[in-house]
C-alpha cells in the first residue's frame, strides 16, 4: 500500500510540476497577447481622436472639447481621455481626474520626445494603461492626448486561466495516476509476485517451475538474473542433497562445490594462474550487438571451478573480434559475464604471429609430431621464431600478473606453451609452476626429428610439474628426457633432477562433467531415434553416432571403410543402419586440413553412391559445428557411438557418449590408440587400421543383448561419474600445491668469503 501510494503522489507531483511549467508558459503569453491588443486599441483610439481633437484645440474650443472626451468615457475598459498641455490637463473625461491625479510619466516622455509613448502602470492599486499621443501646434508638440484604460481585466483572466489549470491538471494527474496503478499491478507488481511465488516455492519446497512472464524488454534482465539465482540455488540443493547420499553410502563424489572447497584449502591465499590459447569467454559482433561466447572446450568445464573458487587468473589470446572492446586499459575484465569470478587477461597476436607460432610451428609442426598419424610434421625457422617470441609475450603478461603477489601458482595449459614454464621460472624462482601436455607424448626416436627438440625439454623442465593423460606418455617423456639431456631421471619417483631443478611427471587422466539426468523422462530411445531421422530425411531403425574435429588422427577415414565392409558383409543391415556424422570444420586453411576435408567428404559421396536408396543412405555427413544440446540428441539416439582415433591423448567424445546414456544403454566402440581405453575397459576396443575388425565390432554392437549393453554401460558410467573432470583438477591442484619451493640459501656472514 505505501509503493503505491508513494506512486500516485509521485506521478501526481510530477505531472502537476510538468503541467503548471507549461500552463506558466501560456499564461505568459496570454497576458502578452492582452496586453498588446489592449495597446493596439487605444493606439487606434487615440488616432481616431487626433482629427477631431486637432480643430477643436486650433479654435480653443475648450467646451465642445470636454463634451468630446466625456463622450468617450463609457466605453469597454476604458477609464477616460484626457487631453494636456504642457503637462496640464485642458480637457479631461469626467471622474478620470481623481483617477489619474497627475499625468504619468508617458505623457511628459512623449511632449518632449514628441512621439508617441505608451505604459502600463499601478495608480491606487490599480493596473492602469495610457497611450500619449503628441499633437502638434505651430509645428511644434505642445500638447499631449491621453487614452487611459483600466488593465485590471488582463489580471483577472490570468488568475481565472491559473484555476482553470489547476482544477484541469488536478483531475488529469488524478486520473493518470488511477489507470497507471491499474497498468503497474497488471503489467508489473502481478509477475513482480508471481515471481516471488516461484522463489518462495523453490526455497521451500523444491519447485523448480518458472513463471510465465510477459516478453517485454522490461522483465529480460530480471527473468535472467533470477533464472540465474534458481538455477545457482537448485544446484547448490541438489550438491549438497549429493554429498549427503554419498556420506550415507560412504562414497566420495567430486562436484564443482567440493573443488570449490578442495581447492580454497590446498592454495589458501596464494593467487593461481592458468595460461591457453584459446580464451574462455570471447566477445564476438552480432550485427550492432557485442555477444560473450563460450568456445566449444572441456577446459572450461575443468579450470573453471578453480579460478572462481580463488578468484585467479586466466591469461589467453584474445580471438574474438570484439574482445579489444570488452577490456580495460590493461587488458583485464571480470568473467562470466552473468556473475563476475575470477579476472581475464587477453593477451594480443598479430595475424603474422598467430600464422606462425599456432597454425604454423603447433599445428603443423608439434601435432603431428605428437600424433602418430602417418602426417609429416613441417618445421620451418620463421614458425620457430615466432613460436618463441609469443612464448615470451604470455611470459611478460604473467609475470606482470605475479607482481606484488608471494609464491603464486602457475597451470599453463597445452603444447602451444612448452617454453613459458622456463621463461617464468627464470624471473620467478618462488612461483609453483605446472604444464598439462593435452596431446600425447611419441616415443624418443619420433620426438628427436624436431629441430628444437632440446629448447622444447628445457622450457618444459622449467615446469615443477609435468601432466600427461595416461602413464606410457610420462614414460615416452622420461625416456626422451633421459636421451636427449644431461639430466638425472629419477624413475622410481617419476621425476627429473636437472640442473638442480626437480620436476615431477604424473598422469592426470581428464573426463567430463556427468549432468544430472533431466527432471522430465525422456521419451523412449526408440522415438527420439525416429524424430531424428525424420528431420534428417532418411528412412532407417539404427542409428551410429560419430562425432569429430575433421582431423587426420580421428581415423574418419578408417571409420566410414568400416561402415563400408560392414554392409558389403553383412547386406540385411542395408536400409536399416545410418550412420550419422558430425565433423566440425577445424583449421581449415592448412592445407593438410584443407586436403583432408575434402577427402572426408569424398569418401563418404562415394560410399554413398554405392549403397544408397531413393529413401536411405548409409552415412550422413555434417559438416558445420553443432551445440552441446545437438550433440547430446544425437548420443542419445544412437545404437552405437564410433570412436576411432588412430593416436589420441584422451578423445573425450568417449566419455560424453558415456555420460549422456542415462537410459544405461547403447554401444561405445573405441580405438586402443585412444587414451580414454585405458579406463572404459567395456567398450568394443579396436585398432582403426583393421577394417574387418571394425566392420565386426558395429556388427556386434547392433546385436548385444541389452542386458549386457546395460551391465557395460552401467560399469563405465560408474568410472566416468567417479573419475570426473573435478577429479583431474583437484588431483592437479593437489599436486602443485604440495610442490616444495627451494629457497636460495645464504650464507652466513661470519664465514662469507
Not at 605428437?370 to 611470459?395: G, L, M, S
Not at 606482470?400 to 602457475?410: A, I, Q, S, V, W
Amino acid at each position: 500500500m505505501r509503493i503505491s501510494l508513494r506512486l500516485i503522489l509521485s506521478i501526481i507531483i510530477g505531472i502537476m510540476v510538468v503541467s503548471f511549467v507549461f500552463a506558466d508558459g501560456q499564461v505568459r503569453a496570454q497576458k502578452r497577447n492582452l496586453r498588446n491588443d489592449l495597446e493596439r486599441r487605444a493606439r487606434l483610439l487615440a488616432e481616431s481622436l487626433e482629427e477631431s481633437v486637432g480643430p477643436l484645440l486650433r479654435t480653443d474650443s475648450r467646451r465642445r472639447l470636454a463634451a468630446l472626451v466625456d463622450r468617450f468615457g463609457n466605453r469597454e475598459h476604458l477609464a477616460g481621455v484626457a487631453v494636456y498641455e504642457h503637462s496640464k490637463p485642458v480637457a479631461m473625461t469626467s471622474g478620470l481626474a481623481e483617477i489619474i491625479p497627475s499625468p504619468p510619466d508617458a505623457v511628459t516622455q512623449a511632449l518632449s520626445a514628441n512621439e508617441s509613448r505608451a505604459e502600463f502602470f499601478t495608480q491606487g492599486g490599480t493596473l492602469m494603461h495610457v497611450y500619449a499621443l503628441p499633437l502638434e501646434r505651430d509645428g511644434a508638440a505642445t500638447r499631449v492626448l491621453a487614452v487611459f484604460h483600466n488593465a485590471s481585466f488582463i489580471e483577472a483572466q490570468t488568475a481565472t486561466i491559473w484555476r482553470q489549470t489547476f482544477v484541469t491538471v488536478l483531475a488529469q494527474a488524478l486520473l493518470i495516476a488511477l489507470v497507471t496503478l491499474l497498468i503497474v499491478r497488471w503489467s508489473i507488481v502481478g509477475p513482480i509476485a508471481r515471481t516471488a511465488q516461484w522463489i518462495r516455492d523453490l526455497r521451500t519446497h523444491g519447485k523448480n517451475d518458472p513463471p510465465k512472464l510477459p516478453e517485454e524488454d522490461l522483465f529480460r534482465p530480471l527473468m535472467h538474473e533470477v533464472t540465474h539465482l534458481t538455477e545457482s540455488l537448485a544446484s547448490a540443493r541438489a550438491a549438497a542433497e549429493e554429498e549427503a547420499r554419498l556420506r550415507d553410502a560412504s562414497e566420495s563424489l567430486w562436484t564443482a562445490e567440493r573443488l570449490r572447497i578442495h581447492v580454497k584449502s590446498r592454495l589458501a591465499d596464494n593467487p593461481l594462474l592458468v595460461v591457453s590459447n584459446r580464451e574462455p569467454y570471447m566477445h564476438v559482433r552480432r550485427g550492432k550487438a557485442v555477444e560473450a561466447v563460450v568456445p566449444p572446450s572441456g577446459l572450461v568445464t575443468a579450470l573453471e571451478p578453480i579460478l572462481r573458487a580463488c578468484d585467479g587468473t586466466w591469461i589467453a589470446h584474445g580471438a574474438g573480434d570484439a574482445d579489444r572492446e570488452t577490456v580495460d586499459d590493461q587488458d583485464r575484465l571480470r568473467v562470466p559475464p552473468d556473475d563476475p569470478q575470477y579476472t581475464l587477461r587477453r593477451v594480443w597476436l598479430s595475424k603474422e604471429e598467430e600464422e606462425g607460432y599456432y597454425f604454423g610451428f603447433a599445428n603443423e609442426g608439434l601435432w603431428p609430431l605428437c600424433h602418430i598419424a602417418h602426417t609429416r610434421p613441417i618445421f620451418r625457422a620463421a614458425d620457430w621464431e615466432y613460436y618463441r617470441d609469443v612464448n615470451q609475450k604470455f611470459a611478460r603478461a604473467v609475470l606482470e600478473e605475479m607482481e606484488r603477489t608471494e609464491h603464486p601458482n602457475l597451470l599453463v595449459q597445452d603444447y602451444h606453451f612448452a617454453l613459458l614454464p622456463r621463461l617464468v621460472k627464470q624471473k620467478r624462482p618462488d612461483a609453483r609452476v605446472a604444464i598439462f601436455w593435452h596431446i600425447p607424448w611419441p616415443n624418443p626416436e619420433a620426438f628427436a626429428i624436431c629441430p628444437w627438440e632440446r629448447e622444447l625439454l628445457e622450457g618444459l623442465l622449467g615446469a615443477d610439474l609435468i601432466g600427461f593423460h595416461i602413464q606410457s606418455h610420462c614414460n615416452n617423456f622420461l625416456e626422451t628426457v633421459d636421451r636427449a639431456l644431461e639430466s638425472r631421471v629419477e624413475w622410481e619417483h617419476f621425476a627429473i633432477n636437472r640442473r638442480g631443478h626437480l620436476t615431477q611427471v604424473r598422469p592426470f587422466p581428464i573426463s567430463v562433467a556427468m549432468a544430472d539426468p533431466p527432471a522430465m523422462p525422456l521419451p523412449p530411445v526408440e522415438l527420439q531415434r525416429a524424430a531424428l531421422f525424420r528431420e534428417l530425411g532418411v528412412q532407417a531403425s539404427l542409428l551410429g553416432a560419430g562425432v569429430d574435429r575433421i582431423d587426420y588422427t580421428k581415423g574418419i577415414l578408417e571409420r566410414f571403410r568400416g561402415i563400408e565392409r560392414f554392409l558389403e558383409k553383412y547386406p540385411l543391415y542395408q536400409g536399416q543402419f545410418s550412420f550419422v556424422q558430425i565433423g566440425a570444420p577445424s583449421r581449415t586453411h592448412i592445407k593438410r586440413y584443407h586436403d583432408f576435408q575434402a577427402e572426408v567428404e569424398a569418401e563418404a559421396e562415394r560410399i554413398n553412391w554405392r549403397f544408397q536408396t531413393s529413401a536411405w543412405k548409409p552415412i550422413v555427413y555434417l559438416n558445420e559445428q553443432h551445440g552441446h544440446r545437438e550433440i547430446e540428441r544425437l548420443y542419445r539416439a544412437a545404437d552405437l557411438c564410433m570412436v576411432t582415433s588412430l593416436h589420441d591423448g584422451m578423445n573425450l567424445v568417449a566419455k560424453e557418449f558415456v555420460a549422456s546414456r542415462y537410459d544405461e544403454r547403447g554401444v561405445l566402440i573405441l580405438s586402443r590408440f585412444a587414451g580414454a581405453s585405458r579406463e572404459l575397459r567395456d567398450a568394443l576396443l579396436v585398432n582403426p587400421y583393421d577394417i574387418e575388425q571394425l566392420a565386426e565390432a558395429i556388427r556386434v554392437g547392433l546385436e548385444m543383448p541389452l542386458e549386457e549393453q546395460r551391465s557395460r554401460m552401467q560399469r563405465m558410467r560408474r568410472i566416468v561419474k567417479e573419475h570426473n573432470v573435478y577429479v583431474w583438477a583437484s588431483s592437479l591442484i593437489t599436486e602443485l600445491s604440495e610442490i616444495q619451493i627451494e629457497q636460495p640459501r645464504t650464507i652466513p656472514q661470519s664465514i662469507a668469503v
